[in-house]
């Protein structure tokens, strides 16, 4: 048995996993009385918008994958809202730019999180929307400890509070410091925020649906979308350009969108079905991965040797740069999943990984019909003759960028899983709308979005930005069934990781034995080959970085083969929470790392 940090959580009753313990116990309190795992994970999302304001807020994004009991059917929920009727590439480049910036009010989208988990408690939930609120009304308002990471988050933008956004100084500054790791903290202001929608279903007669609607159209309609329009005109906020800009965003924007429901893409690897958004998100690079190693000998290969990572790596390296090529909103634009995920593609791209040297190419592959044309950062950190190395380091994570500070700061982003004692199964991944990303509205007492930049200021890409378009956002929920049964959710934060390390994640649990805690916890690695999707959208040919629990002749290993390899931290990478149901076994585990993601269950 590998050493691990905890055990894995067994269980008949129900399970949670989350990136906070706060999250997960209040999930679990939820199925304690009653409520099933739709009820509990909105539950545990709402917690999470405020005991990780640094990592997602109300007014960020949020896709899911559920699974239904009754049903017996994998969806998506998209949480992922749109960019503004205004959001031109016109509009950003008249202004000098040539990457939208990866802070302030030039960013935002649609904020979907808050209409996404309100979608998933009115067709699927069986509490009332206070009862799902309550906790985090109750954290908001009462207080609730400050960790590490959001401590650290804080202060690397305190001079940005102080100078500019004012507004997220009075709620996250501490007479003009960050507050201190396991201080009490309290934002009465997203209180009355959460206060007000319950208000809202309160008012609504009809019962329990319509109280849920009622707070959904507080958010397109009412008090929220007004508090969104006013601020986003008439203020001028600081950003990553070094200049201070007015919002595109409007009342309008808010009113024509909702969350809704979409087939999942589905991956057969074995006895195993894998689901994952479609390529609005990264997540078909998950498939594409598999798909790629499907021919491979990996199952005999040692998980944790030079030979697993390399090829696992080379598989990325490929199936990110179809990402970078091919996916976009397929709302707008014409996607061949059907091919990309094809036997014929992937032998022929499988036949591009050479096992004893490491490419430094990007080699997106060539479907008939479409261009494989990609975009370029603005730090011009990308493949060719002629470029440097770049200079900046990149977090193992999501970044949001100030225009206050000298380097990115860390965003990332959350994750719940939850199954119910009758099989009902949610992954979930809410993100943005951190309080980094840009500056508070004092009406809600949170932040917009930055979800944005994700896309190209360049005509005719599957990424360029065009208004009413998602943008291709990393998040990226995952869902296994195991010979046709609803089997495992799971998924992480961390930006263009988040598909690395759930497929390392994935391949030593079903091929090599680990539990799920085993693998949460084995040491992990993420390559930085292929442009980044946060600001300034830089690439980093070749770069590796591993987890430093590695032996050294597994990083000489490596390191022979043309990675660039870096060693970090020994426990820096990931945080993969998930669950599963063998048979009438209930399992769950979370992640260490941070000192915040915990999983219970009975």
């Given at each position: 048995m590998s050493f691990t940090t905890r055990p894995e959580i067994h269980g008949v009753f129900g399970v949670v996993g989350s990136t906070h313990w706060l999250a997960s116990q209040h999930a679990?309190?939820?199925?304690?009385?009653?409520?099933?795992a739709f009820d509990a994970a909105v539950t545990g999302g709402f917690v999470l918008q405020v005991v990780e304001p640094h990592l997602n807020g109300p007014l960020g994004d949020m896709p899911a994958l559920t699974w239904s009991a009754k049903e017996q059917k994998v969806r998506v929920v998209c949480g992922q809202g749109p960019a503004p009727e205004a959001a031109t590439i016109e509009a950003y480049t008249s202004r000098g730019l040539d990457v939208i910036p990866g802070s302030g009010l030039l960013a935002p989208c649609v904020p979907g999180a808050t209409d996404a988990w309100?979608?998933?408690?009115?067709?699927?939930?069986?509490?009332?929307?206070?009862?799902?609120?309550?906790?985090?009304?109750?954290?908001?308002?009462?207080?609730?400890?400050?960790?590490?990471?959001?401590?650290?988050?804080?202060?690397?933008?305190?001079?940005?509070?102080r100078d500019e956004w004012t507004t997220s100084a009075a709620i996250w500054l501490d007479h003009g410091e960050a507050p201190k790791p396991g201080r009490l903290w309290r934002n009465p202001d997203?209180?009355?925020?959460?206060e007000g929608l319950v208000a809202e279903g309160a008012a609504a007669s009809g019962g329990r649906d319509a109280a849920i609607n009622a707070a959904r159209r507080a958010l397109r309609e009412g008090f929220v979308a007004e508090a969104i329009d006013n601020f986003s005109r008439n203020t001028e906020a600081m950003d990553v350009s070094g200049k201070r800009h007015s919002g595109l965003l409007t009342g309008s924007d808010l009113a024509a969108w909702q969350a809704h429901y979409e087939d999942a893409l589905t991956y057969n690897f074995g006895d195993y079905t894998i689901a994952k958004p479609g390529p609005w998100s990264q997540g078909p690079v998950f498939l594409q991965q598999l798909a790629l190693l499907n021919g491979t000998d990996i199952g005999a290969m040692d998980p944790m040797g030079p030979d697993f990572i390399h090829i696992v790596v080379e598989a990325a390296k490929l199936a990110y740069a179809d990402r970078e090529a091919f996916y976009g909103?397929?709302?707008?634009?014409?996607?061949?999943?059907?091919?990309?995920?094809?036997?014929?593609?992937?032998?022929?791209?499988?036949?591009?990984?050479?096992?004893?040297?490491?490419?430094?190419?990007?080699?997106?592959?060539?479907?008939?019909?479409?261009?494989?044309?990609?975009?370029?950062?603005?730090?011009?950190?990308?493949?060719?003759?002629?470029?440097?190395?770049?200079?900046?380091?990149?977090?193992?994570?999501?970044?949001?960028?100030?225009?206050?500070?000298?380097?990115?700061?860390?965003?990332?982003?959350?994750?719940?899983?939850?199954?119910?004692?009758?099989?009902?199964?949610?992954?979930?991944?809410?993100?943005?709308?951190?309080?980094?990303?840009?500056?508070?509205?004092?009406?809600?007492?949170?932040?917009?979005?930055?979800?944005?930049?994700?896309?190209?200021?360049?005509?005719?890409?599957?990424?360029?930005?065009?208004p009413g378009k998602r943008p291709r956002t990393t998040l990226s929920p995952s869902f296994a069934l195991r010979e046709g049964e609803a089997y495992m959710p799971f998924g992480t934060p961390g930006g263009d990781g988040q598909d690395q390390w759930t497929v390392i994640f994935f391949l030593r649990h079903i091929l090599h034995g680990m539990n799920l805690q085993e693998a949460i916890d084995a040491p992990t690695f993420q390559s930085h080959h292929f442009p980044s999707s946060f600001f300034p959208r830089q690439a980093e040919p070749g770069r590796l970085v591993l987890e430093g629990r590695y032996p050294q002749a597994t990083v000489n290993a490596l390191a022979d083969k043309g990675h660039k390899v870096e060693v970090g931290g020994p426990w820096t990478q990931g945080r993969i929470s998930a669950c599963a149901k063998d048979g009438d076994l209930l399992k769950a585990a979370a992640n260490p790392r941070l000192m915040q993601g915990y999983a219970v269950g009975r």
């Open positions: 679990m309190a939820v199925l304690e009385k009653g409520g099933n309100l979608l998933m408690l009115q067709d699927h939930g069986t509490i009332t929307l206070e009862e799902a609120l309550r906790p985090a009304i109750d954290l908001a308002g009462g207080g609730f400890p400050v960790v590490e990471h959001m401590t650290r988050t804080i202060d690397s933008v305190a001079e940005l509070f997203q209180a009355a925020f959460y909103d397929p709302n707008f634009v014409d996607v061949p999943m059907g091919e990309l995920l094809s036997r014929g593609y992937n032998n022929r791209r499988r036949a591009l990984i050479d096992p004893n040297v490491a490419s430094m190419e990007l080699r997106p592959g060539e479907i008939a019909g479409f261009s494989s044309e990609i975009g370029v950062g603005s730090a011009q950190r990308i493949f060719g003759p002629g470029v440097g190395e770049p200079t900046m380091d990149k977090l193992e994570g999501d970044q949001a960028t100030t225009g206050m500070t000298s380097g990115p700061v860390d965003g990332d982003t959350c994750h719940i899983d939850v199954i119910d004692k009758d099989g009902n199964m949610v992954s979930a991944t809410p993100s943005g709308g951190w309080l980094q990303s840009s500056p508070a509205i004092p009406a809600l007492g949170c932040c917009l979005g930055t979800r944005a930049q994700m896309f190209w200021l360049k005509e005719g890409l599957p990424g360029s930005l065009a």
